[in-house]
C-alpha cells in the first residue's frame, strides 16, 4: 500500500466487503487487508472472488475469504455474514460497495433496468446493513461504510436510475447513523468522483469525452482506486470515530466543475 497510513491501522479488525471482487470495492479490501484486518469479499462471481481472495492473501499475508452471494439476496446475504463470523468469531467493518449501473437516457430505462440499479445499490445496502447489525454489530458495534457518487447531488444527464438509487444509500447512512449510533454503530459514506482503471468509469464516460472532461476537472486528473481505499481505511478506522452519518465527497473538485460528466455535449 501506499504507507501514508500506520499498517497496523485495523489490525484485530474483520470486514466484510460487497463487491469486492472487483473495482473500488476490491481496492478497498486490499486495503483493509494491508492495515491489519481479515476481510471477506462478497459478489456475484464466485471464480473472480476466489482469486481475489487468493491475491490478497499473497500481497498482505492476512486472512481473506470469498462469501459469494448477490446482495440482492437477502438470504444469501445473511448467510454470508454467518459463514464470516463462524471464520473471523467477529465482524466489525461492513463496506457497501456493490454497485450496478449503465449510461441511458431516463426515457429508455426499462422497468427491470430501473429496478435492478436500485436492487443492487439501495437494497444490497439495506440487506448487507441489516444483516451485520442483527447478527454482530447490534451488540458489539462496528463501522458501516457505504460506497456513494455525487450523481445526484444535482442530476446527472443518462443516471437517472443510478441517481436514485445512490440518493437512497446517502439517506441510509443518515438513517442508521441516527439510529444505531447508540449501539457504537458508525455508518459514513464515501462518494468518490470519476476513478481511473474501474468498470464505472469505462461504462459512464466514453472514450471520446474522457480527456475533456478530465481538463476541466479542478485537479485536472480523475481519482485513484488507491486514494479511495486510503480513505475508505481512515473513515473505517477510530482516526474517524466522531464522524458519522455523513459522506465524504472525494472527487477532486469535479462536482464543481458542472454536473454533466461532458455528455451533453
Ligand atoms: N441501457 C438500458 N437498459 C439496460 C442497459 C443499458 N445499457 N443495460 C442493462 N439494462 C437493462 C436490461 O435491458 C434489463 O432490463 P429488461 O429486462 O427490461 O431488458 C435490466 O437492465 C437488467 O439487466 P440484466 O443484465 O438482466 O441484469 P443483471 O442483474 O444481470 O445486471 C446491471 C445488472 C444491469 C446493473 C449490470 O449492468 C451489472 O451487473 N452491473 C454490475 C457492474 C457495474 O455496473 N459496475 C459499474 C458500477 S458504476
Avoid at 492473501?57 to 446482495?71: C, F, L, M, Q, S
Avoid at 440499479?117 to 444483516?131: C, K
Amino acid at each position: 500500500m501506499n504507507g501514508l497510513l500506520r499498517p497496523d491501522l485495523l489490525a484485530g479488525r474483520a470486514a466484510l466487503v460487497t463487491g469486492g471482487g472487483s473495482g473500488i470495492g476490491l481496492g478497498i479490501a486490499r486495503a483493509l487487508a494491508a492495515h491489519g484486518a481479515r476481510v471477506a469479499l462478497l459478489g456475484r462471481r464466485a471464480d473472480r472472488l476466489v482469486e481475489a481472495a487468493a491475491c490478497i492473501e499473497r500481497e498482505t499475508g492476512r486472512t481473506a475469504i470469498a462469501t459469494p452471494a448477490d446482495v440482492r439476496e437477502p438470504e444469501a446475504v445473511a448467510a454470508a455474514v454467518r459463514t464470516c463470523l463462524e471464520r473471523f468469531g467477529r465482524l466489525d467493518v461492513l463496506v457497501n460497495a456493490a454497485a450496478g449501473n449503465f449510461l441511458a437516457p431516463a426515457a429508455a430505462i426499462s422497468p427491470n433496468g430501473f429496478r435492478a440499479v436500485m436492487d443492487i445499490d439501495a437494497r444490497g445496502t439495506w440487506h448487507a446493513s441489516r444483516a451485520v447489525f442483527d447478527a454482530w454489530m447490534r451488540d458489539h458495534g462496528g463501522v458501516i461504510l457505504n460506497v456513494s457518487a455525487t450523481l445526484h447531488h444535482g442530476a446527472t444527464p443518462m443516471q437517472a436510475h443510478a441517481s436514485a438509487a445512490k440518493a437512497a444509500v446517502d439517506s441510509l447512512t443518515r438513517s442508521l447513523a441516527l439510529e444505531w449510533g447508540p449501539f457504537g454503530v458508525r455508518v459514513v459514506g464515501l462518494a468518490p468522483g470519476p476513478v481511473e482503471d474501474t468498470e464505472g468509469l469505462a461504462r459512464l464516460v466514453p472514450e471520446p469525452i474522457r480527456e475533456r472532461f478530465r481538463r476541466v476537472i479542478p485537479m485536472r486528473r480523475f481519482g485513484r482506486i488507491d486514494e479511495i481505499a486510503t480513505l475508505a481505511t481512515f473513515l473505517v478506522s477510530d482516526a474517524a470515530a466522531l464522524v458519522t452519518g455523513t459522506t465524504l465527497v472525494a472527487d477532486g473538485g469535479a462536482r464543481l466543475a458542472g454536473r454533466t460528466l461532458g455528455l451533453e455535449s
